[in-house]
């Protein structure tokens, strides 16, 4: 019977997020009271935003990806393994032998958490529960120990219900998403870097008081900051950089501008597929709670609409490349993951509220430190990705998206030990971001309440 259910589950998982997604909200709606007709519609609004979020990113790959590279040879760099990015390191996850049992596990983590009172976060995001299984995994590849692998899903889970309820503060806030938080992903768990840069800089007299955003630039300079001309700028402007003429600059700087434009609206497509299922899903647990406070946990694509993400995100792709450079050690060549660098830095743009001056601090050492990380799991990656059949060994691989994660590098790092020094530094630089993420959160909570009442 097992079996059989590994194999549903499987089969699938390996159609991947558009057509996953859709048919688990379609049927949890259909669980949880959701009309049949309304729950087939929002399941297939939902897969049509992934297609397009899917069709942004691959332009963004396939037109950003040969200038990211020809930059990077152009400017002499010496970057020998490849970021396969969150799209390469997905699959090989979802391959993995830990997968099957995963999301289950995710699960029941979660309904213990919630009836414990240990969480308020309702995780409906099935696919991304990837990002739990990446860490048990990893910690199984390279131990060859089942039950860490198993524990490592379950701590990262934990870890991830806990920064939903983090973040749920800046959800409503900034992002005005009322009830909804994004407990995982590289958006969620590299976040606290940026509490920590918002409480030096409003300690600094001058810079705290220097705010730019996408809005305030376009009052000021007019057409010039509008995010369609911003996309139109910076991707024209990373053509020259990479040593391009006009003639290829310039579609790549209208690219960019239609990049600017469409991911709001396939944004709204997601959040228009979420509505029903969310909204049951707070009346239910109203009803079964009383007057207790949930947030539904969403994918961090929902975050892409911003303008300031979408500005910050395109701003980091040519910086990213630059503080691969400013590593000490680094061989990692920062590139699958360009395209989607918005993930990375979209809740620090929430935690600066919206000042993109800001987040080029904070994005800037996010980066750093993924970079960083990314560079000492190359073996563990690549272990993953033989044992699972997605190369032979014979090629190092690395990935920046979830690859750079201190959650699966401390956890991984406490039974192997093989950079004990790394793990100390990583662990209490971490570990002090989250405290004062804390406190940033219940600060903003707080102001939250006050503009209620």
Request: hydrophobic residues 55%; negative net charge.
């Amino acid at each position: 019977m097992w079996e059989g259910i590994e194999t549903g589950i499987n089969y699938i998982v390996d159609m991947g997020a558009s057509v996953m997604l859709p048919i688990v909200i379609a049927i949890l709606s259909v669980l949880i009271g959701v009309k049949v007709g309304k729950a087939i519609r929002a399941g297939l609004m939902i897969g049509v935003g992934f297609v397009g979020l899917g069709l942004i990113v691959d332009l963004m790959n396939s037109q950003l990806g040969p200038a990211a590279a020809a930059m990077s040879e152009r400017f002499g760099l010496s970057l020998s393994v490849i970021d396969i990015g969150w799209p390469g390191a997905s699959p090989m996850t979802w391959a993995s032998e830990i997968a099957t049992i995963a999301i289950p596990l995710a699960i029941v983590v979660n309904i213990v958490m919630l009836t414990f009172k240990l969480t308020k976060t309702v995780n409906i995001d099935i696919w991304n529960i990837w990002h739990m299984t990446f860490t048990g995994a990893i910690a199984y590849v390279v131990t060859g120990n089942f039950w860490i692998g198993i524990l490592g899903v379950i701590v990262h889970a934990a870890i991830a219900y806990k920064l939903g309820d983090l973040w749920a503060p800046m959800m409503v806030d900034y992002f005005e998403l009322d009830g909804i938080t994004v407990p995982h992903g590289t958006s969620a768990y590299m976040a606290p870097i940026a509490c920590v840069v918002d409480e030096i800089i409003e300690r600094i007299p001058g810079l705290n008081k220097i705010d730019i955003t996408a809005d305030i630039l376009q009052e000021k300079v007019g057409i010039l900051g509008e995010p369609i001309t911003i996309g139109a700028i910076l991707g024209t402007g990373v053509g020259f950089l990479a040593g391009y003429s006009a003639q290829e600059a310039l579609p790549l700087g209208v690219q960019m501008s239609a990049v600017m434009v469409l991911m709001p609206k396939v944004v709204k497509c997601i959040m228009e597929g979420l509505l029903p299922i969310s909204d049951r899903a707070k009346e239910i647990m109203t009803k079964k709670f009383g007057n207790s406070e949930f947030y539904i946990g969403l994918d961090p694509a929902i975050l892409l609409g911003d303008p300031q993400v979408i500005t910050a995100g395109l701003i980091f792709m040519p910086l990213t490349l630059l503080i691969a450079v400013l590593v000490p050690g680094n061989r990692v060549m920062p590139f699958g993951d360009l395209a989607t660098i918005g993930f990375f830095i979209a809740i620090a743009v929430a935690v600066h509220k919206g000042n993109i001056f800001r987040t080029l601090f904070s994005g800037s050492l996010i980066m750093y430190m993924t970079i960083w990380i990314a560079n000492q799991t190359i073996p563990w990656m690549t272990a993953l990705a033989t044992s699972t059949g997605s190369t032979d060994g014979t090629h190092m691989i690395a990935a920046l998206d979830q690859g750079g994660s201190p959650i699966t590098y401390i956890f991984t790092q406490l039974f192997t030990f093989e950079n004990i020094i790394g793990m100390i530094v990583i662990a209490v630089i971490y570990i002090g971001s989250c405290y004062v993420a804390i406190k940033c959160s219940k600060k903003r909570m707080a102001a939250v309440n006050e503009q209620e009442e």
